[in-house]
């Protein structure tokens, strides 16, 4: 019987495999200690009794203090695995990000690495409101130097993260809050997936969904709705957000010539809007439509369950606006 084990789970296995495999591995953040509850949701759960509290260490309710000790641990031969416990915190820290993780190579000529991974999580759909939920990986995604990844399965969060945490440079690394609980088949030990390369998680010859975290689940049972409606949709799951993968997006779009873009974050000015340029420009005089996006309500998320909703892309408009394109 295959092993079934949910994103928590998987996370927590990859940083054990990975924290064996390599004694410069070390773990920071709010609460991440068995002492403290092993964090938040427990990824970290009986990593500290197993490796010590030398390597992971709760810290103070500091992100900057996170930040930059990851930092300093980096430069010095660490490869610090930092948790800013929810994505919107990562603005306290957003100078010692891309002001000196993600720069220092580039100021050292190269000579300098910050092999760091950034954890965070975040997401609609539990009532945390406006300060708590939102997807912010346009702003990093649009930083040098960064990588930015995400997953959609329990597979492919232990995958990624091995890999990431073997880049030797900052990655951050986004958690989907709801999405922890799923659950899919256990990855083999030491499974990498390399960044940078997306997933044609379903083929299809009519239309191209691409997406990323949670949403990749919603583009798939969105695609079956609309095989039974004689519609066939390829969904690519990116993955890797930035640098993403353009040959497969174009590729993709080049065959089925219609393309929508699905994000939590708010459409405006999101990663849609640049994979919809890069289409447009590559692919212009070949479409059979416009290239649409989806994406968050340009507002705060709401903290009210039904404004919540309404909030986010749902399944059933990601069916309305692909009818749309025919």
Avoid at 48 to 73: H, K, L, M, Y
Avoid at 173 to 191: Q, V
């Amino acid at each position: 019987m295959t092993d079934m084990i949910n994103s928590i789970e998987a996370l927590n296995r990859a940083l054990a495999d990975a924290m064996t495999d390599h004694p410069e591995v070390i773990l920071l953040g709010e609460d991440l200690a068995d002492e403290e509850g092993g964090g938040i949701v427990g990824v970290t759960k009986g990593l500290s009794g197993r490796f010590g509290d030398s390597r992971v260490r709760s810290t103070p309710i500091s992100e900057q203090a996170i930040i930059g000790a990851g930092i300093g641990a980096a430069l010095v031969g660490m490869r610090p695995v930092c948790e800013i416990m929810l994505m919107n915190f990562t603005t306290v820290a957003m100078d010692m990000i891309t002001n000196h993780a993600a720069k220092l190579r580039f100021m050292s000529g190269g000579q300098t690495h910050v092999p760091m991974v950034i954890r965070t999580m975040t997401g609609t759909g539990l009532g945390n409101g406006g300060q708590h939920s939102d997807y912010l990986e346009a702003w990093f995604a649009h930083t040098p130097g960064m990588k930015v990844v995400s997953y959609s399965s329990p597979s492919e969060a232990y995958g990624l993260m091995r890999s990431a945490i073997d880049d030797d440079d900052p990655v951050l690394f986004i958690e989907n809050i709801p999405g922890y609980f799923a659950t899919g088949p256990a990855p083999l030990a030491g499974t990498r997936i390399p960044l940078g390369i997306a997933n044609i998680a379903r083929n299809g010859e009519d239309v191209t969904i691409i997406s990323y975290s949670e949403m990749v689940n919603l583009a798939l049972a969105a695609a079956a709705a609309l095989a039974e409606q004689g519609i066939s949709a390829e969904v690519i799951d990116l993955r890797t957000i930035a640098p993403y993968d353009r040959a497969t997006v174009l590729t993709s779009v080049g065959k089925t010539g219609r393309a929508v873009i699905v994000h939590e974050a708010v459409r405006d000015f999101g990663v849609g809007a640049e994979i919809a340029a890069d289409i447009s420009e590559a692919l212009h005089g070949k479409l059979a439509a416009p290239v649409r996006r989806l994406g968050g309500a340009s507002c705060p998320v709401p903290f009210s369950k039904p404004l919540e909703t309404a909030f986010a892309p749902r399944k059933e408009d990601i069916i309305e606006i692909i009818r749309g394109l025919f």
